[in-house]
């Protein structure tokens, strides 16, 4: 019995999960339910796998000092019947822990790091923790120290909720709240489907019974009573969080309620089989208050938890834990204590949990996040996860570009798809109905016009009866007759108005001028044409204007003396309204206000198209600000919209009225000029723009400077298509960048030529690794003094089978910025401990060979072992590689450059700064790197023996080495000159044509048997 019972409270407490998909999927907006169903099976599922294999041991395993388990893992062959329930049970219980973060962060994290967080806290939390508090329950015996030290927590409130919560506060605060959240006068982002939210939860609630009543391990007495307790927290929990949220704020919140239900559930499961009735009623309410309460804080704090996981799960659990010392009866907890050596006993449970688990997840969620962004970017978040993490598209989505195509194509005759039962579907369907509407009346009054023309004895029937305005004028524009509908639309009744001036009395200045000279003419030219649908501004007798749509007809026969004309008016103050909506909503940027990609495109064709017939420049801008994500990282999200809404502001007070500027996306804006346009002009314009974005502003306190990189590109009379220019633009751009950014670059055809290059090499490098094309070379460093050879450059080339030798400076470059740089740094830490150890077997004397490193694989933990892994493979000794950096590897992060090398110098390996000279911060990092080698750049070296500049700075840079007591090596020399003025000025090492070119490793076995060459030797085996 006590196994069935088990088992079928390990299948209540599974159910907790299909109610915490239905809470979740319901209290989020529609465009991420699907993903939050996802995640949810993913977070079980491994949670549960990595219970099965590690944290069941972990948890309940032999214990080591009360602190973890040490035996156990892969649980399952050996185990009882009994054991195999024991396992199911708490296996549900750490899915629950998992899942409980993921619904705190959700709307904004990544699929994988819903993956990391789970791993977290499955592996490295719940079951240290659990060991702790019931490390004794699988064997009866108390092992964990908390556990000895008499911590009670019955089902969880602490270990598994509190747990779960601190976890999620972590990830709250290290990915931050969702796009939006904390705008102004925005008290929540409401979710997308209560009924099934408020579903989940009495799944929940449902699930609870096993969660508390399992906890005995056994069919006992005791069970109907911890049920009963369990309902009755839940009860007044809920009771208490609506009455609190009514009295603070006046109506009632429905996610409340379900956050208090559970509050109240969560608080009661550390004590509800030692406490009495009345005691689990007031253990919920308190649970209750402090939900609502503890999310007002979150809120006031500007924490962004999606469905209240930590109010709930978090606050009302220590509560409920520190229940157990005030109400619990000490006779059935039989710890022996008494109330105050029970609470504070509880308390530190509560305090060293809390500690453990929010440092832990927060230090390791804010290095993951370092590595790989653990939150989704600012559009995918907009676009919703169901589209950006799933490729599925929501309702929303698909309505707008639905609503966009009519836009497009100025056709609302086609209805949007409506999709049934849903919201969205019914603003599709009522969107449907006012344009079907428009199309009746446009109809309607299509009939009359008809109806008029066919009959003229129905003339006054239709004036009275007519929606649309029905006025007759004559040639002079005096108001012959005017309909009821006209009255109303003009507000003025017909007595008045009879034999007045229809444009004097209803027109505006300008318009009047034009409409009387298409009176003048017939109304066959002009702003107003026979028998067309010709639209104009209208004021009534109040001088209030009002767009209308105005059809003339003559109603007199065209050979008639004295001609009428009669004016079918119709206000169209909705219709033009629904349309710019429906324009703003398709053309423009929700953050900025500026025009979106959407028209840009379209004003950038029109624009194309008119230059292709006359003559006319298209200039188009594409700005980037520079550094702009640091902005978000360190100021945050709202910081970073109010920095690109005052640069949108500064680009609109530079441009000209005929001029476009548009947010392309993310920190990226595109302006477009277009006229009689030139070079100079255009970089004026550039320069203007730069000036103005310099100007400082002040965000949180914060003075900044807004740094762009503009790219320039020019059509001359339409010759560029759209597509393209915005390529070169873009172009451009990434050239200014490379310049040094917070600068402006024109657009040349090589730049075209470049972007192909990288292109093509970025696709052949990986086949280049796979089919062996990558090898090395190797360039002597010669003693100036005795011009022995005292160790060697390792030099990465690349032998493509059909396009020959590819140039190091075209494709090095390109390594460093894709994923391959480390894989290729560590095949030449390979091939070179592979070539020396070659050369030991030979009987060679072996001297250092210096590898060139890149700043990502400096950075990456897997250097340092992956050197000694090579060393120790080939028995090498360490002062036998040598590792040369660049400066610019060192200026991005330098904490970190410091550590990497600190670490590398800590297994005796050499530090080179390869290019001294040519970086940014020269001087003020030799004091602080642990640098061992300055190697003097070819570019001063080139000229050093004439030029008084480079001399002045060779001399400068080895005098400032030996007073650091480091080593030089001159790069780049190539004759004697160089050579006798390094060696004069007393520089140590050098390397260069002079003495040898870069040779195959065969080659330079010649030169290893004969260590002391003179220099016509050496030259003469080049």
Same mark, same amino acid.
Not at 881 to 888: A, D, K, L, N, R
């Given at each position: ?16 999960? +299909? ?17 939050? %169903? ?9 949670? =549960? ?16 000092? #009360? ?13 009882? *019947? ?7 049970? !708490? ?45 004794? @329950? ?23 909720? =509190?747990?779960?919560?601190?976890v999620?506060?972590?990830a ?6 969702r ?5 102004? !006068? ?31 391990l ?5 069970? *109907? ?6 309902c ?27 956050? #208090? ?32 309460? #503890? ?25 409920g ?17 008494? $109330?105050?050596e /029970? ?6 449970g ?23 962004p653990?939150?989704?970017? $600012?559009?995918?978040? @907009? ?36 999709? *049934? ?6 603003? %599709? ?10 199309? !009746? ?31 007759t ?12 509908? +006209?009255?109303?639309?003009?507000g ?18 300008? =318009? ?57 008016i119709r ?16 053309y ?15 004003t ?21 600000l ?15 919209d ?23 996306g ?6 477009v ?10 970089? /004026? ?5 730069? $000036? ?43 050239q %200014? ?32 690794m796979?089919n ?22 390792a ?27 480390? $894989?290729v740094?560590e095949?030449? @830490? ?47 000794a *360490? ?24 670490a ?19 001087l ?13 750049d ?44 390094? #060696? ?18 065969? %080659?330079?076995?010649?030169?290893l ?6 220099? /016509? ?6």
């Amino acid at each position: 019995m006590n196994l069935l019972w088990i088992l079928f409270s390990s299948m209540l407490v599974f159910v907790m999960q +299909a109610g915490f998909l239905c809470l979740e999927s319901g209290l989020v907006r529609s465009k991420n339910s699907i993903n939050v %169903a996802a995640k949810n099976i993913t977070d079980f599922l491994i949670s =549960s796998t990595i219970f099965w294999a590690l944290g069941f041991a972990l948890m309940f395993g032999d214990s080591d000092a #009360g602190l973890i388990g040490t035996s156990g893992f892969l649980f399952g062959d050996d185990a009882s *019947p009994l054991q195999l329930g024991f396992f199911l049970f !708490q296996m549900m219980f750490c899915g629950t822990a998992a899942t409980l973060v993921s619904g705190a962060v959700a709307e904004r994290m990544s699929y994988l790091g819903y993956i990391i967080t789970t791993v977290i806290i499955s592996l490295l939390i719940y079951p240290i923790v659990g060991h702790w508090v019931w490390g004794g @329950l699988a064997s009866g015996v108390a092992t964990g120290w908390l556990e000895i030290s008499g911590f009670i927590d019955f089902a969880g409130s602490t270990v598994v909720h =509190s747990v779960g919560g601190w976890v999620a506060l972590a990830a709250i605060i290290v990915i931050g709240p969702r796009v939006g959240r904390f705008d102004q !006068q925005k008290e929540s982002i409401p979710g997308s489907n209560i009924p099934i939210a408020m579903l989940g939860a009495m799944l929940i609630w449902f699930g609870w019974f096993g969660f508390n009543g399992g906890s005995t391990l056994a069919w006992t007495d005791a069970i *109907p009573g911890i049920l009963l307790n369990t309902c009755l927290a839940a009860f007044w929990g809920g009771i208490a969080a609506i009455v609190i949220k009514y009295i603070t704020d006046g109506y009632i919140d429905i996610s409340q309620i379900i956050n #208090g239900v559970l509050g109240g559930l969560v608080a009661i499961t550390a004590n509800c089989y030692a406490v009495s009735v009345t005691e689990a009623a007031l253990i919920g309410v308190i649970a209750g208050i402090i939900v609502v309460y #503890g999310s007002n804080l979150l809120a006031k704090l500007k924490l962004d938890d999606a469905i209240g996981v930590i109010p709930v799960h978090l606050f009302a659990g220590i509560w409920g834990t520190i229940a157990v010392a005030l109400f619990a009866d000490p006779d059935i907890i039989a710890t022996g204590l008494s $109330t105050t050596e /029970q609470l504070t006993t509880q308390l530190l449970g509560i305090m060293v949990i809390g500690l453990y688990s929010f440092c832990i997840a927060f230090i390791l969620l804010f290095l993951a996040n370092k590595v790989y962004p653990l939150r989704v970017s $600012t559009e995918a978040e @907009l676009n919703g996860l169901n589209l950006s993490e799933h490729r599925v598209t929501t309702e929303v989505f698909d309505l707008l570009s639905a609503m966009n195509q009519q836009q497009i194509r100025s056709d609302y005759s086609s209805p949007v798809p409506v999709e *049934p039962f849903t919201e969205v579907g019914q603003i %599709a369907q009522e969107y449907n109905r006012v344009i079907d509407k428009v199309q !009746q009346e446009m109809q309607q009054r299509e009939r009359a016009f008809t109806a008029f023309k066919q009959s003229e004895y129905r003339n006054g029937a239709i004036l009275e009866a007519a929606m649309d305005c029905i006025i007759t004028i004559t040639e002079q524009a005096q108001i012959v007759s005017f309909n009821p509908a +006209a009255e109303q639309c003009f507000g003025i009744t017909v007595g008045i108005v009879l034999g007045e001036d229809f444009f004097q009395l209803f027109m505006q200045d300008e =318009s009047r001028v034009r409409a009387l000279q298409s009176l003048s003419q017939g109304f066959t030219v002009g702003d107003l044409v026979l028998k067309r649908q010709n639209i104009s501004n209208l004021t009534r007798y109040d001088k209030e204007s009002f767009p209308a749509e105005i059809v003339v007809t003559q109603t007199t026969d065209l050979t008639a003396h004295k001609k009428q004309y009669t004016l079918h008016i119709r206000d169209i103050t909705k219709q033009v309204k629904l349309q710019n909506r429906l324009k703003l909503l398709a053309y423009h940027d929700p953050l900025t206000g500026l025009y979106n990609r959407t028209y840009l495109m379209r004003t950038l064709e029109q624009l194309i198209k008119k230059y292709q017939q006359t003559s006319g420049c298209v200039v188009l801008m594409f700005l980037d600000l520079d550094q702009f994500k640091r902005i978000n990282d360190t100021l945050g999200h709202n910081a970073g919209d109010t920095l690109l809404q005052e640069v949108a502001n500064r680009l609109k007070t530079i441009i000209r009225d005929s001029d476009l500027v548009s947010r392309w996306g993310g920190d990226e804006f595109v302006i477009v000029l277009s006229g009689q346009l030139n070079e100079q002009l255009a970089s /004026q314009k550039a320069a203007d723009i730069l $000036t103005v974005m310099r100007d400082p502003i002040t965000l949180l306190d914060n003075e900044l400077t807004v740094l762009t990189s503009i790219g320039v590109a020019m059509s001359h009379n339409g010759q560029v298509n759209p597509e393209r220019l915005l390529q070169h633009a873009d172009l451009a751009m990434y050239q %200014a960048k490379n310049n040094g950014r917070n600068t402006y670059s024109l657009f040349q055809p090589q730049m075209e030529q470049q972007a192909q290059l990288h292109s093509w090499i970025e696709n052949e490098l990986p086949g280049a690794m796979l089919n062996h094309q990558l090898y090395l070379q190797y360039q002597p460093k010669v003693c100036c003094i005795s011009n022995n050879i005292v160790g060697f450059e390792a030099l990465l080339r690349w032998q493509h089978p059909e396009h020959g030798n590819v140039p190091p400076g075209e494709f090095i470059p390109i390594i460093e910025n894709t994923s391959l740089i480390i $894989t290729v740094g560590e095949w030449v @830490l390979s091939e070179v401990t592979q070539q020396l150890a070659n050369w030991r077997q030979q009987g060679l004397p072996l001297l250092p060979v210096a590898v060139n490193i890149s700043g990502n694989h400096l950075h990456s933990p897997t250097l340092v072992p992956y050197i000694e892994n090579s060393l120790a493979q080939h028995n090498l000794a *360490p002062e036998l590689i040598e590792i040369e950096i660049t400066e610019g590897a060192l200026t991005g992060n330098s904490e970190e450059s410091i550590n990497a090398m600190r670490a590398l110098k800590a297994i005796k390996i050499k530090l080179a700064i390869d290019d001294f000279g040519t970086g940014y911060s020269s001087l003020s990092y030799l004091k602080k790197f642990p640098i061992d080698i300055l190697k003097i750049d070819r570019a001063f070296v080139r000229e050093c023996y004439a030029n008084k500049e480079d001399a002045a700075i060779c001399k400068a840079i080895i005098s400032l080495a030996k007073s650091l007591d480091l080593e030089i090596v001159a790069e780049g020399v190539e004759n004697q000159a160089q050579l006798a003025f390094l #060696g004069f000025q007393g520089c140590e090492v050098y390397q260069g044509f002079y003495f040898s070119k870069p040779i195959s490793a065969d %080659a330079m076995v010649t030169l290893l048997m004969t260590p002391q060459l003179n220099t /016509q030797a050496a030259k003469a085996q080049c």
